[in-house]
């Protein structure tokens, strides 16, 4: 009696055994056969959709944050050492970033030995040369004393211009894409091509329009969300 | 040909009105401000503005309303001269205004009692501090919207950040500490107790622990390698290390220090103490106190300029002032009788200072080299505090 049970365990599993190597065989039959699989997973999950949704609890976790695309200012804030006698100091600029200075901009200067004192200066002269231009920044009170090296943040502004927060630009090989929301507060990824790079800005050429909104603090997440669905 | 004049006319009509669209576009956009450093910006705390006055002709450039009962109490600018900031205490709301319009372009609604604040170095960051609600408040300033409320905060007073805008520091008024903050991810990551509460407090933790008057602000050096943090109650000055986060040194000044005050040149920092009417110099080098002198009561503000310090006694209508070479006072300033001076900022060209004074609503500018006062009258109701970009003395009570 013992020994019939044991056998009819023993035919149990080899009839699971049997079915376990069907149900394998199945499926690395699908597996191996990527259309059909594809086809299988679309059929269960249906049209996927194609951007990515944060509920409020996640938007507030994330510290998610949406900005205005909007013409706003953009400055370029170019950075160059200067180096001087009394409050006149020189510095040379490549001819690039030169374009944009003119006499009479705001200048931050910093001696390097006093990295929390800044100095308020004024762009001078600008002369232009083959490679680089010279220019001559006067600070308007004296600097610090004994100190002859400054750390130069020269402000130029570079107009008005259709803009989103460097933020919310992911670069990701040779493609620029931000997140924008949609009408019913989804994100789904848009390549943009752009402009100028300012300090807080960046003027987009072409991908948006005025008045979208494009995710600036959390667009990371957003976009490691998006990637992770494999959309 | 008929077809080419009605084309050129409508053309010509085209660009008329292109023209006088622009042109109505321009004085919409009502430029009042071009420059962000040619003015001295004024807290109004009861007529609930911001005053704009130009430096060179000390005449009143514009104003913003921010709204009824709004009390604002520190008025800044942006780095990069875009945005005016304020927090409006009795409001809970901090206010953003565009300089080039003088317009309000935002208010978020922020915690309780929000005072004093600070922006990050790169303009990116407005931390808005607290006090009653013992917290910090993040604003975003590409969104213009809050981003984050850190909590865990006693009273934060003074907002500071590194030169590389990696980390914030906060005085907490409440407490004996100072509050690390991580700006990248915007958390309170330590807390850098000054120095040990005497034993007593425990005995009569209510009389001790009560009233206290703690840290007001951590103030970098001039040459960023250390901050200098004093506690009221303690009377000392810590020196902190920011590599690690500790406190190096404990300077013992004179009794109940309201803050530390940082020369220009580097070499010397104030701190005036309320508690014995005295001031302590402080040598930045030796991390001792160099001197000792009197002053006057309720003193408010320090200001460096030509050499010489500025202390400002907010209720005997004095201005103290000392030789920073010599170490000794070299006179005051009576800046009137029955006044309530508040704080000031100093010039770039650390030529002059405006104060304001708030019992007759005027700024008094003090000349630095002469000590002559001019005075300029109504600037808006109980003038608070003044600021001008990138002085070296914006600071608020």
Not at chain 1, 159 to 186: C, F, H, M, W
Not at chain 1, 195 to 208: D, S
């Amino acid at each position: 009696m013992k020994v019939r049970r044991v056998k009819c365990e023993d035919r149990r599993r080899w009839k699971v055994s049997g079915l376990f190597a069907l149900l394998c065989t199945l499926h690395f039959t699908l597996c191996t056969s990527p259309t059909s699989a594809q086809g299988i997973r679309d059929r269960i999950r249906g049209d996927r959709d194609k951007t990515t949704s944060v509920n409020e609890a996640q938007a507030s976790e994330l510290t998610l944050t949406i900005t205005q695309v909007e013409v706003r200012p953009i400055q370029v804030w170019v950075r160059t050492a200067g180096t001087g006698e009394g409050q006149v100091l020189r510095a040379f600029v490549p001819n690039d970033d030169a374009r944009f200075i003119k006499p009479d901009q705001r200048v931050r200067a910093f001696p390097p030995e006093h990295r929390s004192s800044m100095f308020q200066a004024r762009v001078t002269q600008v002369t232009p040369g083959p490679e680089r231009a010279q220019v001559i920044v006067t600070l308007v009170a004296p600097g610090l004393k004994g100190s002859s090296r400054y750390v130069l943040e020269i402000v130029t502004e570079h107009g008005d211009l259709l803009s989103v927060p460097n933020e919310a630009i992911i670069e990701t090989g040779d493609k620029r894409v931000v997140y924008v929301q949609g009408s019913d507060g989804s994100y789904a990824p848009r390549d943009v091509e752009l402009g100028v790079q300012g300090e807080l800005f960046t003027e987009v050429v072409k991908g948006l329009m005025p008045g979208e909104q494009v995710v600036t603090f959390g667009s990371f997440f957003i976009d490691a969300d998006h990637k992770l669905k494999g959309l | 040909m008929r077809n080419l004049i009605r084309r050129n006319t409508v053309a010509g009509f085209v660009a008329a009105a292109t023209l006088a669209t622009m042109a109505v576009g321009l004085e919409a956009q009502g430029v009042k401000i071009s420059d962000p450093t040619s003015v001295v910006m004024i807290v109004n705390r009861d007529s609930n503005d911001i005053a704009f006055m130009d430096i060179k002709t000390h005449k009143m450039v514009g104003s913003v309303f921010l709204g009824n009962n709004v009390n604002p109490h520190m008025v800044m600018m942006s780095p990069d001269g875009r945005y005016v900031v304020t927090g409006g205490t009795r409001a809970n709301k901090a206010y953003i205004i565009d300089t080039k319009t003088l317009q309000l372009v935002k208010v978020i609604p922020v915690d309780i009692a929000p005072e004093h604040l600070a922006f990050s170095p790169d303009s990116r960051w407005y931390y808005q501090g607290n006090p009653d609600g013992d917290s910090i408040s993040v604003i975003d300033m590409q969104s213009l919207s809050k981003i984050k409320t850190i909590p865990g905060f006693v009273e934060p007073l003074n907002v500071t950040f590194l030169p590389d805008g990696s980390k914030a520091y906060i005085g907490n008024y409440g407490a004996h500490w100072v509050g690390v903050v991580d700006v990248r991810r915007h958390e309170l990551i330590k807390k850098i107790q000054i120095a040990e509460v005497p034993g007593v407090a425990k005995l009569d933790p209510a009389k001790y622990l009560g009233e206290i008057h703690g840290i007001n602000i951590a103030m970098p050096s001039p040459d960023g390698k250390y901050l200098y943090a004093a506690d009221g109650t303690l009377g000392i000055v810590g020196v902190i290390d920011p590599r690690e986060d500790k406190v190096i040194k404990h300077i013992r000044v004179g009794k109940d220090p309201w803050r530390i005050y940082m020369g220009h040149d580097g070499k010397y920092a104030i701190t005036p103490n309320n508690g014995d009417e005295t001031i302590s110099i402080i040598d930045l080098k030796t991390n001792s106190v160099a001197a000792t002198l009197e002053a006057g009561p309720n003193m408010t503000g320090v200001n460096f300029a030509a050499g010489k310090a500025f202390v400002i006694s907010s209720t005997s209508g004095f201005v103290y002032v000392y030789d920073m070479n010599s170490l000794k006072p070299a006179g005051r300033i009576k800046m009137g009788t029955n006044i309530q001076l508040e704080t000031a900022t100093t010039d770039t060209k650390e030529e002059k200072m405006y104060l304001a004074e708030s019992t007759n609503h005027e700024i008094l500018i003090i000349d630095a080299k002469t000590n002559a006062v001019e005075r300029v009258g109504n600037v808006g109701l109980f003038p608070w505090g003044t600021h001008i970009m990138d002085s070296k003395d914006n600071y608020c009570h």
